[in-house]
């Protein structure tokens, strides 16, 4: 079982809105990943949690705020976004946060965002 | 600086025949590539890797070739299906890069047509 589960699929929300992504995996991974990703581009790294503790945050916008609650679980909490936030957010885990072929990164299918 | 390229936007292949996807990068510490296949509406999902001591991989209709003078690979997928129609990105990395990230080409859409 390789499923990285995020919830909500969509998300509509106004530029003063408080919200929350979340994403769940029950692979026994201790990595996990925040990634956006905006029409025809590349996933874009945000954030890298490792063994629950922030390994890298990629000089996103403190109104992005990352959260690891426990190794299972990351949230996504977002404040006072811009419009040009709007873009697909992705979660991915990985057996632990290092690169090679134990360490491969599984997707989830993603948080539609859209900011107005 | 786009360190990791794929130039073709798109490519449109017959059913049965090969789809040759390609991929460029400029730096030179990458050492682990990977290909990922997207649908819409889904996240990437992982198809096969390979490190920078081998030349090849191959994982059933699935083959990566990497020309580490070049700084190329390419993904082979042979015979294509329909079903192979989506957006490919390849992906690098160094082994043991704290955090594990990956950099991602702007992906290739492959349409196989029936």
């Known amino acids: 079982d390789t499923e990285v589960t995020q919830t909500p699929k969509h998300l509509v929300m106004g530029m003063t809105n408080k919200k929350s992504l979340k994403c769940e995996q029950h692979?026994?991974?201790?990595?996990m990943y925040w990634y956006k990703q905006k029409a025809k581009k590349p996933p874009e790294l945000m954030f890298v949690?490792?063994?629950?503790?922030?390994?890298i945050n990629e000089s996103v916008p403190s109104r992005f705020s990352p959260e690891c609650p426990n190794s299972s679980l990351l949230n996504l909490h977002l404040h006072a976004l811009q419009p040009e936030d709007s873009a697909l957010y992705l979660c991915?885990?990985?057996?632990?946060?290092?690169?090679?072929?134990?360490?491969?990164?599984?997707f989830g299918a993603g948080t539609r965002l859209s900011v107005l | 600086d786009q360190q990791v390229k794929q130039n073709s936007p798109s490519l449109s292949v017959q059913e049965g025949r090969i789809s040759i996807l390609n991929c460029d990068y400029t730096?030179?510490?990458?050492?682990?590539f990977l290909w990922y296949k997207k649908y819409p509406a889904e996240g990437p999902t992982f198809l096969i890797s390979?490190?920078?001591?081998?030349d090849k991989n191959e994982d059933g209709r699935f083959t990566v070739f990497l020309n580490k003078s070049a700084k190329h690979l390419s993904l082979h997928i042979v015979p294509s299906q329909p079903g192979d129609s989506a957006v490919y990105f390849c992906?690098?990395?160094?082994?043991?890069?704290?955090?594990?990230?990956?950099?991602f080409g702007q992906g290739t859409e492959l349409s196989v047509k029936p």
């Open positions: 991915a885990s990985s057996s632990r946060g290092l690169a090679g072929d134990k360490n491969i990164q599984y």
């Open positions: 692979m026994g991974h201790r990595a």
């Open positions: 949690y490792s063994y629950e503790k922030l390994s």
């Open positions: 730096n030179s510490m990458f050492d682990y």
């Open positions: 390979i490190s920078s001591i081998k």
């Open positions: 992906a690098a990395s160094v082994i043991g890069w704290q955090g594990g990230k990956l950099i």
